[in-house]
């Protein structure tokens, strides 16, 4: 990205009471003055106060502030304009600014140049999409403790370790012949060991991370009328699926977001899955059987009630694989005619959605059932994807460097250092290469 133009956006969603357009760059209060005229004047010794005045063309009342940098968010001197929300009234505002010498800015070009100025590293500036994009309390903390410098600081630790590590290897390449105080190579291997340690720490992160940042797939499957439209309903608060006495009545997959403890869940209810059927009932249970295997988390619904709660559970097998998480999940307990249920081989739990009862206990299977432990506070830290997939590379790296290091073999030593030192480089954006960039930041919104 061009870091010398001035450039702007609108950088509040639409639907605000209030919308602001931002400029950025070293022109920012030469374009702020050009289309903007206030009860007081803003400059160097006027700075970071919001003062009320009109846009030149137009008269509508808005208000300015500027912050110039290095102390803004972006690094550079930035200019706002605070107008009435409304899509019309904002663009307006912005198209003032664009023919006034700024550039329209592109997808994350504000967190681009802090990033490029040093006001924040890449998984700060990663933390920024995150708190934009959370779906739960949990995963906008987690983005929180991101921007706070967690993970970032977590990377540095490990990585200057093996630079100091690195450091010394390369010394007895180079000065091999001198008699200096060198640590011994025993210690230096066991402190490889211990940011092996510390990365294999951070990488157990990986599946709070993933699932946070975005989402778990949980499919509601089985036969007809068993209550999969009511669970789905009762989950996600509101009336999302049409629900019948008549088997069948959901013929297509229903998909919806919903917050469920704090885990972010793409919903999915299904058709009823059985043998007969007419041809568009039968689309559905093949798109039903598609979804499942595509499924995180399947939750099969069983009938307490039916008369042979053995054949339920037969049923269940025939229909399901061994290889996903599953919980068998019976509804209808308030209507069971027998004294107790079969064990299905899976994770199972017992409901009445009629009556709401049981549902705290399944919740508590279902939350242990995606961080495999009871988890109600969240993670410090939680890497990404593109964080894990680096990590991998660190430990790739580490034992072989520790072993060279004992048998003093220096060159090798600093081979594998350097690599492991490069793939955390790349984590915070201290060696990240260019298109590495363009992938993070053509993500973000324009405005941000």
Avoid at 163 to 171: D, W
Avoid at 365 to 380: D, L, M, N, R, S
Wanted: charged fraction near 25%; glycine fraction near 8%.
């Amino acid at each position: 990205m061009n870091t010398v133009d001035t450039i702007a956006a609108i950088s509040t969603g639409t639907g605000g009471a209030i919308s602001i357009i931002r400029i950025s760059g070293g022109k920012a209060l030469e374009l702020l003055n050009s289309v903007w005229k206030g009860r007081e004047t803003h400059g160097k010794h006027n700075s970071r106060k919001m003062i009320l005045g009109k846009m030149i063309s137009g008269g509508e009342p808005v208000l300015a502030v500027y912050m110039p940098g290095p102390n803004s968010y972006t690094g550079d001197d930035i200019a706002e304009i605070h107008c009435h929300g409304g899509s019309l009234s904002a663009k307006n505002a912005l198209e003032k600014v664009l023919s006034a010498g700024a550039r329209s800015a592109e997808p994350g070009e504000f967190t681009y140049r802090a990033f490029i100025n040093g006001k924040m590293d890449l998984t700060q500036a990663e933390a920024v999409a995150d708190i934009i994009s959370a779906h739960s309390e949990m995963a906008l903390r987690l983005a929180e403790k991101q921007i706070s410098g967690l993970l970032k600081n977590s990377v540095d630790e490990i990585r200057n370790g093996l630079v100091n590590i690195l450091a010394e290897c390369e010394s007895r390449m180079d000065f091999p012949e001198e008699n200096l105080d060198w640590t011994d190579k025993n210690t230096l291997s066991e402190m490889i060991r211990d940011s092996r340690g510390k990365t294999e720490k951070l990488l157990l992160s990986r599946k709070e991370g993933i699932v946070l940042r975005e989402g778990i797939r949980v499919v509601i499957a089985g036969k007809p009328n068993v209550g999969k439209s009511s669970l789905m309903n009762l989950l996600l608060g509101f009336d999302r699926a049409i629900v019948t006495k008549i088997p069948g009545t959901t013929r297509d997959t229903l998909e919806e977001f919903a917050n469920i403890r704090n885990i972010p869940v793409r919903l999915i209810d299904t058709a009823g899955i059985r043998e007969a059927g007419d041809i568009i009932e039968n689309m559905g249970i093949n798109r039903s059987r598609a979804v499942i295997r595509e499924a995180q988390i399947v939750v099969w619904m069983l009938d307490a009630s039916s008369e042979n709660p053995e054949d339920e559970s037969a049923d269940m097998t025939k229909h399901i694989g061994n290889e996903k998480n599953i919980i068998a999940l019976w509804n209808k307990i308030d209507m069971m005619k027998n004294s107790s249920l079969p064990d299905t081989g899976f994770t199972s739990a017992s409901i009445s959605i009629k009556n709401n009862s049981g549902m705290d206990s399944f919740l508590d299977i279902f939350e242990k059932t995606v961080w495999g432990y009871p988890h109600a506070q969240g993670p410090e830290v939680a890497v990404s994807s593109r964080h894990a997939s680096l990590l991998d590379e660190v430990l790739k790296e580490l034992p072989e460097a520790a072993e060279k290091v004992l048998s003093e073999d220096w060159e090798l030593a600093a081979s594998n250092l350097r690599s492991a030192v490069n793939a955390l480089g790349k984590i915070t954006g201290q060696t990240a290469d260019p298109d590495i960039l363009e992938n993070i930041f053509s993500r973000f919104c324009i405005g941000k």
